[in-house]
């Protein structure tokens, strides 16, 4: 019945996924919902004709939907307030300087229902206000109130189905309870288990192992939200927006969804996709965000009180955590059941599972729900919870699931989220995570997007670090903490390493310890490793053994720290290990053993039994979960930072080149590759490096003549020696620079963007200017094909004050075209252009160098993408170019001419209609509305066309046709073609945005002969 739907349940980011989705029966599968934020007044689009109003009155053209939720209590007149909301709309098709454009008929949703007084109801004062602002809209704007989204739910059941949890008032976990008679005790607690066992386990950040045990901040005191980019659909923004857009939806599969190219791309969208992969790097958040969001949809299951029975301590934690959300509007309305798994923890569990016996998702699943509430569930219940009500599922880390299990634990994932969830009709929203390292397109299969977390701004790296620097201090303290911080910000050095959470956070813990902010990675996880051991030291502990353990043997200290790191991150390459924790009193106990024999004369069994001891209280960054029973690190860069100490203390030469050539070339060990090349530059052990070194450059090249081209290619030793330059760490002598020159080398001939963006971000000056050297002296010396890499990242960073600036330059235009559209197309560029935005100025030097390479003969021989993004860069800088072509020598003239081509890029319109007016079979004339073409340029080139460069030419007749329409210049466009010439032609035209399709079976004397026989009507 429809009365049983309450619109009220919902949200606005619901309300608008329920519309679109009537909407698509109501008009048709073409409709196209938008993105969150700047949409052009436009929720949900549509292009052409539909049924609507009724199948007789069909309106056509092109529509508007856009959803206006009145949330409950927020205004007293819900009528006054979808006026208002009108009007605003209104106004902003009237602004100037937005870039809307006025539809054809446009449908307002909204679940207030406007009131139908005559002339003085929101009904009519609505349609009043659109046809005094824009009375070609006044019989084509209709408004669907509350009442006709409960008739269009009533006229489409499936749909109510589809969102039956958002639009069914009461307790929805009752409903569950009732479905599931027959196993209403195990339902109730496995809920619970999910709901309130889970809030407690997840309520603290990973973040505060690092520094803040004794003060516990919960994750919502810490948590600020990051930002995030899509390639794929071209948007940048924070995620949490995002991902509370996508939660809103229900995301069962609809067999009546259309099956179109079109439909997947738009589904797959971040704002409605029901999978997301979540990909970053070291600290990133990738963890944080996923937990974060799982604790406010446990913390609004309580509030709501969808479970009953709930203690004090749960009930308080759940309102602070709303109190933290609903300010920044992430606060559900139907919140989703949360299930997190580690896969790093299902990896273990599969690889011990007999191969015969079922060890899907499923099947872990109800052993780890029965290991939490000590009994056992059964499989076939847990599929029918699954089935009911609204899920978020999380795989996180696949990056740390070992390489031997790591493609069956993927394909478990992809099986579960792709077939059981269909199989049991689940509305399960799924979010995977991955560092880069270590992933290798396991999820490409799975239905939605890549998300990609960026670096933080100074900005939101200060806002991580400020809830850390409060915390537990006086306004004083925390504001001399916070001064002291943003005063060391403004330092590239500290900048770059405040770029992410895990190092904003940490940061402000070494601040708060008195320390000074350190500017480099390793000196930064050396100092916090410091203040906390300090901390713990000054703890006024009664065990005075204790007490001097952490004072006075350091080294020790230090020693247990860096042979568990080496072990965990050792024992997680491998499917029987991927758990990365030790068993506290027989195998941690060992290793404790073992580094006090070496290390203590006398009392070993004491010493061995205080640091045993002291692992219940926390053995400085050791930490042990749950019952005390294990040990292990719960932030995976502490490890990979201890793990790279044990490899280089107290080794021979010989000994550290063994361990170096085992793991120098593993992804999995990259981290703490870096950590250990880091701490040899900066405790300056020379012979060690130049060792280390080496084994780089073998890595690069290898002994087998047959895979050195492979070898150079991955330069999996480059890359270690790139990011070294780009943070900082070789900034501080020329001659350890010198010392990575040749390891550098397969960078400079490498095209891969990612692996050549270290080089690209290089801020250091010293590092900086080295760099540019380095990278000349390649172009000059290597072999042409070993410089692409070289060129691509001076295209992207050479200043205009560089004294090499016009010898690049000139390499540049002396290249091949091939060459030259190599570089291009593979550089930054590339990607702003395809955007139609740029991220940072183009250089001068860059302009002039394109500027010259399109008006040469040779611009005819680029590539069409190259072509292309050469007229988008001077496009996006079109006075710069033409006062460049005027520098040039280029006469006044033939400068208006360029300033044709770069103008009418910005023409772009997406309700341009291309529209073929005539074809006569050997050519085809096709008409498309351009601003360019309206406007008078006054050119004449009568007297200086056969001295003018051949593109300016081309774009001189072509705007002239569009003006006279005279038959002879269209001869001789058509003339312009030849054998040679044909797709230099046709790259002009489609820069141009017009189209005069010719059929090159036929000569151009043929072509010419048959546009002189078309009649005068005919040609007009």
């Known amino acids: 019945m429809p009365d049983s739907y309450d619109l009220t349940q919902l949200d606005p980011n619901t309300f608008e996924h329920l519309v679109n989705h009537l909407a698509l029966r109501a008009l048709g599968l073409g409709l196209t919902g938008f993105s969150p934020g700047s949409d052009g007044g436009r929720d949900g689009y549509f292009e052409g004709e539909a049924p609507y109003p009724s199948e007789i009155d069909r ?315 000590e009994q056992e569930v059964n499989v076939g219940t847990l599929k029918r919870l699954l089935g009911n009500r609204s899920w978020v599922i999380i795989f996180d880390g696949l990056d740390e699931v070992p390489q031997d299990v790591k493609d069956a634990v993927a394909t478990e994932v992809c099986r579960f989220v792709n077939d059981v969830a269909v199989e049991i009709n689940a509305d399960f929203l799924t979010l995977c995570t991955s560092r880069p390292q270590g992933y290798s397109g396991q999820f490409e299969d799975l239905d939605g997007p890549t998300i990609e977390l960026i670096n933080l701004s100074r900005e939101q790296a200060i806002e991580c670090a400020k809830p850390v620097l409060e915390l537990n201090r006086s306004p004083n303290e925390a504001k001399k903490a916070l001064q002291i911080l943003m005063s060391a910000i403004q330092s590239p050095a500290v900048r770059e390493l405040m770029t992410t959470p895990l190092q904003s956070h940490i940061m402000a813990i070494v601040v708060r310890g008195g320390e000074k902010p350190p500017e480099r990675r390793w000196k930064l996880f050396t100092n916090f490793y410091q203040v906390i051991r300090k901390r713990e030291a000054n703890r006024n502990l009664l065990d005075k053994r204790l007490a001097k353990l952490l004072s006075e043997e350091e080294q020790l200290l230090k020693t247990v720290h860096n042979r568990l790191g080496f072990v965990l991150h050792a024992r997680a390459e491998l499917s029987k290990g991927a758990q990365t924790k030790l068993d506290r009193n027989h195998e941690f106990k060992k290793l404790v053993t073992d580094a006090v024999s070496q290390m203590v004369e006398t009392e070993i069994d004491e010493t061995v039994d205080v640091l045993m001891q002291a692992t219940t209280d926390r053995l400085v960054l050791v930490s ?201 197309t593979s550089s930054l560029l590339s990607q702003d252009a395809r955007r139609r935005r740029q991220s940072t100025p183009v250089k001068r030097w860059l302009l002039k160098t394109v500027v010259k390479i399109i008006l040469s003969p040779e611009w005819a021989s680029l590539t069409k993408e190259a072509f292309e993004l050469c007229i988008q860069i001077l496009s996006l800088n079109i006075e710069d170019s033409c006062n460049i072509a005027g520098d040039l020598g280029l006469l006044s003239n033939e400068v208006k001419i360029l300033q044709v081509l770069l103008e009418s890029q910005q023409d772009v319109s997406s309700n341009n209609k291309e529209k073929i007016v005539r074809d006569f079979s050997f050519i085809k004339v096709i008409h498309s509305p351009l601003n360019w073409t309206e406007k008078n340029y006054d050119i004449n080139l009568s007297n200086d066309f056969d001295n003018t460069p051949r593109i300016l030419q081309l774009i001189y007749l072509i705007a002239r046709y569009s003006q006279e329409k005279e038959r002879s210049i269209l001869a001789n466009i058509i003339s312009s073609f030849s054998d040679k010439g044909e797709d230099l032609f046709n790259k002009v035209l489609s820069s141009l945005r017009i189209s005069i399709l010719v059929d090159k079976l036929n000569f151009i004397t043929e072509k010419n002969k048959c546009l002189i026989n078309v009649n005068y009507q005919n040609f007009q």
């Open 59 to 373: 309106w056509s053209g092109c529509w508007y939907l856009q959803s206006k939720f009145h949330k409950p209590n927020l205004s007293r007149d819900s009528q006054k307030w979808l006026l208002s909301q009108i009007q605003g709309e209104l106004k902003e098709f009237k602004n100037p300087e937005s870039a809307r454009k006025l539809p054809d008929n446009w449908i307002v949703a909204t679940n207030v229902d406007p009131s139908g007084v005559p002339e003085t109801g929101a009904f009519d004062k609505a349609r009043e206000l659109v046809a005094k602002e824009f009375p070609e809209l006044k019989d084509n704007f209709h408004i669907w109130g509350g009442r006709k989204i409960l008739d269009l739910l009533i006229l489409n059941p499936e749909i109510s189905d589809h969102y039956r949890h958002f639009l069914t008032p009461g307790n929805i976990l009752t409903e569950i309870f009732n479905q599931l008679k027959d196993a209403q005790p195990e339902a109730k607690t496995i809920l619970r288990f999910l709901i309130l066992s889970q809030l407690d386990d997840q309520q603290y950040t990973k973040l505060e192992q690092a520094g803040s045990a004794g003060e516990s901040p919960g994750i919502h005191q810490l948590f600020v939200d990051l930002p995030f980019r899509c390639h794929k659909y071209n948007c940048q923004d924070l995620v949490m927006p995002w991902l509370v857009k996508t939660s809103a939806g229900c995301h069962r599969i609809d067999e009546q969804q259309p099956d179109s190219k079109e439909w997947q791309i738009w589904s797959k969208h971040p704002s409605r996709a029901r999978v997301w992969f979540i990909k970053g790097g070291p600290g990133q958040g990738k963890s944080t965000i996923t937990q974060f969001f799982c604790q406010i949809q446990r913390a609004a299951l309580i509030v709501n009180k969808d479970i009953s029975q709930i203690p004090p301590k749960q009930k308080t934690l759940a309102s602070e955590i709303r109190k933290a959300t609903e300010k920044n509007g992430f606060w559900p309305t139907v919140p989703r059941i949360p299930i997190s798994i580690e896969l790093k923890e299902f990896a273990q569990w599969f690889g011990e599972q007999e191969r015969n016996k079922p060890r899907g998702i499923l099947t872990y699943l109800a052993y780890f729900i029965s290991a939490g509430v």
């Open 624 to 824: 042990t979960p749950v019952d005390g029973n294990y040990v292990r690190f719960d932030i995976r860069p502490l490890q990979e930072f201890f793990a790279a100490e044990f490899i280089y203390e107290s080794v021979s030469a010989d000994e550290l080149r063994e361990r170096v050539e085992l793991i120098a070339g593993d992804a999995h060990w990259r981290e703490v590759m870096h950590f250990l090349l880091s701490a040899l530059v900066e405790n300056g052990r020379r012979t060690e490096l130049a060792v280390v070194v080496e084994v780089l450059e073998n890595l690069n090249e290898g002994d087998d003549e047959n895979l050195r081209l492979l070898r150079r290619r991955l330069g999996r030793g480059a890359i270690l020696a790139g990011r070294l330059l780009q943070e900082g760490v070789l900034e501080q002598d020329k001659r350890i620079r010198q010392q990575f020159r040749k390891c550098l080398e397969p960078l400079a001939a490498s095209l891969e963007i990612e692996l050549l963006d270290p080089l690209i971000q290089v801020s250091r000056p010293n590092s900086q200017s080295w760099l540019y050297s380095f990278l000349i002296s390649c172009l000059h010396d290597n072999n042409l094909t070993e410089t692409l890499g070289a060129a691509i990242v001076l295209v992207n960073t050479l200043p205009d004050n560089h004294e090499k600036v016009e010898e690049v330059s000139d390499f540049l235009i002396a290249s091949p075209s091939d060459y030259i559209s190599c570089v291009l």
